[in-house]
């Protein structure tokens, strides 16, 4: 990647994978260009998304993309529209022979393509700066006030350091990260007034310092709205999920007074995914976080609220009148209440665990630190989707991936797509009848006992990541008397608390529960909260959408 020295302007990136051609566009673009512009260039599609990234956590700014059609393993199309994801307000170039002109014209309206240049594009006084002069009137014209990045100053072992990132990141809060033992690392503490006892410290992009933030009130520092604007709603969505994020967009979208209440992060586990291949018209897959933040975007541009940092705590019923109430003893109400709570993964119960965790020891794919493991020896537990996924993800860089499964397979609960990629790839392995017995390391893990459920044999290996997913537990204990749940803490609804076809207890209505509906008229539920749901992101996002058809008619009713 060649790049101009000076940082405060604005950038133009092109990617092409025929190095000729690669040299020749940013030489064109450089003459004409490289006195107000950074001219940034790439020779492939995951290298230039990589640019883009680093790019916009430097908070700079992106004018125009030029990327070629033809290239291998992600066309210039895939190309864009992910780079859509990074850069929103950024102008879009696609560069095609005479031969691809209508998959260009088809970009114009899949990934909103500014542009296509035929090749070659000589002489480019006549047909290249003409084009990209009108692309960064039009990108002047419009709002690219330069993006607010944070700085987080931290240790690698440190628990809560690895939460504030993961935290950021899964906001799609830019920042920068500076390891306290580096020179700007102490530079900034220093500035602070920090003698780096107390990690991570945070300064926002206003200057402010935060020492240990905890969430809310990094949440409210980086602009994260976690106030409600108004006292009821027509709906209140709990969760942020895949469910939750359908619902808050059907509501929002159809009329309804929408709010989401999110403890969080927007997008649960899926949010965390690296890759989901299996989601309906993303035939190259998406990532959790480019999904989520187009179903954020996609809800807040209709209307919706959306809440961060917000606990449940409990709900009440009075009358037609539903009371969310949060830890802080604030409270909201509304007609109706969708409860998309998703489920957190479950601790996994070994010695040594508890001290471990978020120093070497992850729930979750905290993609945060997949930087981290270039090189070293991954382990991951669990033979989910997830699992999988997060697998795959990290084998690009680490030295090699173990997959540990108690059962004797991945059939049983990993889809056979991602079964087939695990297979092939070369350096992850799977240890099936495997599981972690304890873990070890005094600031950070160091190794793990891992025993043979049959044979009851223990090995120890030598280990400084592990990424558990093993299973999935509800967050629903504060409905506890107040909704119909399951033994599992599984929210019933529907069909599913009438298998004898009388109606729940206390139902006082002379109708039945609707599907989605639980045994509290108005309560529904979406997503993996459900009990007996598929737990997977197209059929939260699916019942999400029903959940609110069946408000509407609860409204229209009551």
């Known amino acids: 990647m060649a790049q101009a020295a000076n940082p405060a302007r604005t950038v133009i990136l092109t990617v092409d994978d025929d190095p000729g051609v690669s040299r020749a566009v940013a030489r064109d673009l450089r003459r004409r260009y490289g006195e107000a512009h950074r001219i940034v260039r790439a020779e492939s599609g995951d290298a230039a998304m990589d640019a883009l990234r680093e790019l916009k956590l430097r908070g700079d700014q992106v004018a125009v993309i030029l990327a070629d059609y033809r290239m291998p393993q992600m066309n210039g199309i895939e190309f864009l529209e992910q780079a859509l994801d990074v850069y929103p307000g950024a102008r879009r170039v696609l560069l095609t022979a005479y031969a691809d002109t209508n998959a260009a014209i088809d970009a114009i309206n899949v990934i909103d393509l500014d542009h296509y240049l035929l090749k070659p594009w000589d002489p480019p006084e006549e047909k290249l700066y003409p084009v990209v002069d009108d692309l960064l009137d039009a990108w002047r014209a419009s709002d690219y006030r330069p993006v607010a990045t944070c700085k987080v100053v931290g240790h690698r072992w440190s628990a809560r350091t690895s939460g504030v990132r993961e935290f950021l990141a899964r906001n799609q809060v830019p920042y920068r990260w500076y390891s306290s033992d580096t020179p700007e690392g102490q530079r900034l503490l220093s500035a602070a007034g920090q003698d780096g006892e107390r990690l991570p410290l945070v300064i926002t992009p206003d200057g402010t310092p935060l020492v240990e933030p905890e969430d809310p009130d990094l949440a409210a520092h980086v602009g994260l709205a976690t106030t409600p604007t108004e006292e009821f709603y027509d709906l209140v969505v709990i969760g942020g999920g895949p469910a939750g994020l359908g619902a808050a967009v059907y509501g929002a ?27 309906l018209g993303f035939p190259d897959g998406v990532s959790g976080a480019q999904l989520t933040d187009r179903a954020r975007r996609q809800a807040s541009k209709f209307g919706a609220e959306i809440l961060t940092t917000r606990e449940v705590t409990g709900l009440e019923v009075t009358g037609a009148s539903r009371t969310i109430r949060f830890s802080d003893g604030s409270a909201i109400a509304a007609h109706s209440v969708i409860l998309a709570t998703g489920v957190s993964y479950r601790q996994l119960a070994a010695p040594g665990l508890d001290d471990l965790t978020g120093c070497g020891v992850f729930y979750g794919s905290a993609l945060t ?9 991954v382990y991951i537990v669990g033979g989910a989707n997830s699992a999988g996924q997060a697998a795959m993800y990290l084998a690009r860089g680490a030295k090699s991936v173990t997959i540990l499964v108690r059962g004797s397979s991945l059939s049983a609960s990993m889809s056979h797509y991602l079964i087939r990629q695990i297979e092939d790839a070369p350096n992850i392995t799977v240890r099936t009848g495997t599981v972690v017995e304890a873990a070890h390391g005094s600031d950070h893990l160091e190794q793990l006992t891992l025993r043979d459920v049959v044979s009851g044999h223990t090995e120890l290996v030598d280990a400084q990541w592990m ?20 033994a599992r803490g599984f929210i019933m609804a529907g069909p599913d608390m009438t298998p004898d ?3 729940p207890v206390g139902w006082e209505l002379d109708r039945p529960p609707y599907h989605l509906e639980t045994n509290v008229p108005g309560v529904f539920v979406a997503g993996d909260a459900r ?14 959408a029903m959940a609110v058809m069946l408000v509407h008619r609860y409204l229209e009713q009551s």
């Open 253 to 279: 979208s159809e009329g309804l007074r929408t709010v989401l209440v999110e403890r969080s992060a927007t997008g649960g586990q899926a949010g965390q995914s690296s890759r989901i291949e299996n989601y």
């Open 369 to 377: 630190e997949a930087a981290a493991c270039q090189g070293h020896d």
């Open 467 to 486: 990424f558990v997913f093993i299973g999935a537990a509800p967050l629903t204990d504060w409905l506890e008397g107040t909704v119909l749940r399951d």
């Open 531 to 544: 009990a007996e749901s598929a737990k997977r992101v197209a059929s939260a996002v699916g019942e999400g």
């Open 501 to 503: 076809g009388q109606p």
